[in-house]
């Protein structure tokens, strides 16, 4: 789809990238093409979505990355995987809705990603049959 | 600017849309010119074809994932040819009489609507599941209900020819389901109806529409030429659904004052809840909704459903991330889900506006009621899932999400409202209702009882927008039976409406 909307830039997708290993872990293990799509989905899905969605989003990941510096010194992908687990089960369950809620819209584009490639749902086990599914009734 | 004339325009293609063209077809006949406007595409069949984010990103608006002002739910309605007929899973339930009583509508009875009802049962092939088709999915779910002493009710459903692909939500790539995409608007174009698809209708003036044709890149070519149009029409019927039929009204310039318009919006907000088994179970494969339990309509307005959905769907209703996540999707054959309607109150302040490009925003706020039905709803499917066998269950508004057997016995405390953290659980719906009801005074109404939009002789709606209050089941029979009797009401004055 021709579309020149920015969505990301290079360095955000790098973190995104990161963030979708902690949300689901399996995604270390992505091969390049499945890291590539990944990435894709998620920009298609952001454009899509309206200028003032795109900046909430770039926003939100510039927070994550940046805000536990205030306390550990360093970029979030930098602090121990456990401090990263903690901080993002922070937001997960924050104080603020609006927290919470964009936390939650984060983690759906990282699961669109993973989840809606058709190989990630063969390796669990989700075969649908188009035209034959009542024949794998019992 | 290309110019059109009609005598009736819809506008919409879904249930409400669908059931009016085919009821107003034979006017057609007598020389009378008919069209319907839809917005999305018509599909071909080879089109259906199941995967998750393409077919969402076509068949729903905003990819079925429309975020209320609040961005605490996500709404999912359907747009193309059949409307969200196309994307339903075709169960098909009568309206309760005693909703019909609340709605307390002057003229419009339960009688009718149900006779109405009956109808489109009979043409669209309503009849239950055969006991050979369950998958286990909905077995467990029965057994569960069973054995805690739950009536366990199967759904009547609309199907014909099912293959058992799960893929209803997607679209059926066995065209199975009797959608008006298959029965009404088929009919209505045979006698003469037009359906004029990639169009979208950007306001009403005096008697005409503007709309353009945009076409998008999937499903067949529109049939007018790309750009611009007025298109002029003697009685303009609105079935665009809630969310769309409000907002294409406020965003247009009628003569009157609508205070109700946009307002006392339902929507049965619904959680996905899930449960993993030890063994894996057939749960994507077959029909994926054949029971529901109606115990906790009356006390506690919620219903409980069988239901199954796909990976990313599945994942993201999933209130956690990390290690817990995985385990749980780890073997998507394990997982046996239930989705919660809760039947939310008509609140004034519950509605859809229109922000300055004229695209619709929807205002929610969860009633103190839907909390605790959401929570009790919780536990109950939290008994039903361990009653049937489960290894683990994730109940969103719990302590810990992830709940194992070992626990089955402290689900009363480990689910609270405390616990139920808006944005953080994953809420949606996908019942739209309200925003131009029906009623008598234009103070706390849009329409009459027959679908007209008070003052204006010329301007219908019929679909769910006109819904009074919520219908406490799935809608969609209900909205062809108002749709019915808003054409009935069209043709017995057609003489004067359409002269």
Not at chain 2, 261 to 271: K, V
């Amino acid at each position: 789809m021709a579309d020149n909307k920015k969505v990301f830039s290079d360095r955000q997708a790098a973190f995104l990238q990161h963030l979708a290993t902690r949300m689901v872990p399996e995604a270390r293990d992505l091969n390049a093409a499945q890291r590539r799509r990944l990435r894709m989905t998620i920009r298609l899905m952001l454009r899509r979505r309206s200028g003032m969605e795109r900046l909430q989003v770039r926003l939100f990941l510039f927070v994550i990355r940046w805000l536990p510096a205030l306390r550990y010194l360093r970029p979030f992908e930098r602090m121990p995987e456990s401090a990263q687990d903690r901080f993002l089960a922070f937001l997960e369950a924050a104080p603020l809705k609006v927290i919470r809620a964009g936390f939650w819209g984060l983690k759906t584009l990282v699961f669109m990603g993973y989840y809606g490639q058709a190989d990630i749902a063969k390796e669990i086990h989700y075969t649908p049959s188009l035209h034959h599914g009542n024949e794998y009734l019992g | 600017m290309n110019e059109r004339h009609y005598d009736v325009l819809i506008i919409g293609a879904g249930a409400g849309g669908g059931t009016v063209a085919r009821e107003l077809a034979p006017l057609c006949r007598e020389g009378k010119r008919i069209a319907v406007l839809e917005w999305g595409p018509r599909f071909r069949d080879s089109e259906f074809n199941g995967d998750e984010l393409r077919m969402a990103g076509k068949v729903y608006f905003a990819s079925g994932g429309f975020l209320t002002e609040s961005r605490d739910m996500t709404l999912a309605f359907g747009r193309g040819y059949g409307g969200s007929t196309m994307v339903y899973t075709g169960t098909s339930i009568d309206l309760p009489a005693h909703v019909a009583d609340a709605w307390a509508v002057p003229g419009l009875s339960h009688g009718d609507i149900a006779a109405r009802t009956a109808k489109y049962k009979a043409e669209n092939n309503v009849h239950e599941l055969d006991d050979g088709l369950i998958n286990e999915n909905n077995g467990l779910f029965a057994q569960g209900c069973r054995a805690l002493g739950l009536n366990v009710r199967k759904f009547p459903v609309n199907i014909k020819g099912c293959q058992g692909s799960g893929m209803c939500n997607m679209g059926c790539p066995n065209q199975a389901k009797q959608g008006t995409n298959r029965v009404q608007l088929p009919e209505a174009e045979a006698q003469g109806v037009e359906i004029v698809t990639h169009c979208r209708v950007e306001r009403i003036g005096e008697r005409y529409v503007d709309a353009r044709i945009e076409p998008f890149p999937f499903g067949l070519p529109p049939e007018w030429e790309p750009g611009p149009y007025r298109i002029h029409a003697k009685v303009i019927v609105v079935c665009g659904g809630a969310v769309n039929t409000s907002a294409l009204l406020l965003r247009s310039s009628l003569p009157g004052r609508f205070p109700a318009l946009g307002r006392y919006f339902t929507c049965h907000p619904a959680l996905t809840l899930i449960a993993q088994h030890d063994q894996p179970i057939t749960n994507y494969y077959g029909f994926p909704k054949t029971y529901y339990c109606d115990d906790f309509e009356r006390s506690d307005h919620f219903i409980l459903e069988t239901c199954m959905y796909f990976p990313f769907t599945t994942a993201k209703n999933i209130a956690t991330f990390g290690e817990a996540h995985s385990a749980f999707l780890e073997d998507f054959r394990k997982l046996q889900m239930i989705l919660v309607l809760a039947g939310d109150p008509a609140l004034r302040e519950n509605r859809i506006e229109v922000d300055g490009d004229g695209e619709p925003k929807v205002h929610y706020n969860f009633a103190d009621s839907v909390r605790a039905g959401l929570v009790k709803a919780q536990k109950v499917a939290g008994d039903i899932f361990f009653a049937a066998g489960a290894r683990r269950i994730h109940l969103p508004a719990a302590a810990e999400p992830m709940i194992d057997a070992s626990m089955a016995g402290d689900l009363d405390t480990l689910v609270g409202d405390q616990h139920f953290e808006l944005g953080r659980i994953p809420i949606s719906a996908a019942h739209m209702m309200g925003g131009c009801r029906m009623g008598t005074s234009p103070e706390d109404s849009v329409t009459d009882a027959w679908g007209r939009v008070h003052g204006i002789p010329w301007l219908f709606c019929a679909d769910s927008s006109l819904f009074p209050k919520s219908s406490e089941v799935n809608p969609y029979l209900t909205v062809m039976a108002l749709a019915d009797r808003v054409a009935e009401g069209i043709r017995m004055e057609a003489g004067a409406l359409l002269a």
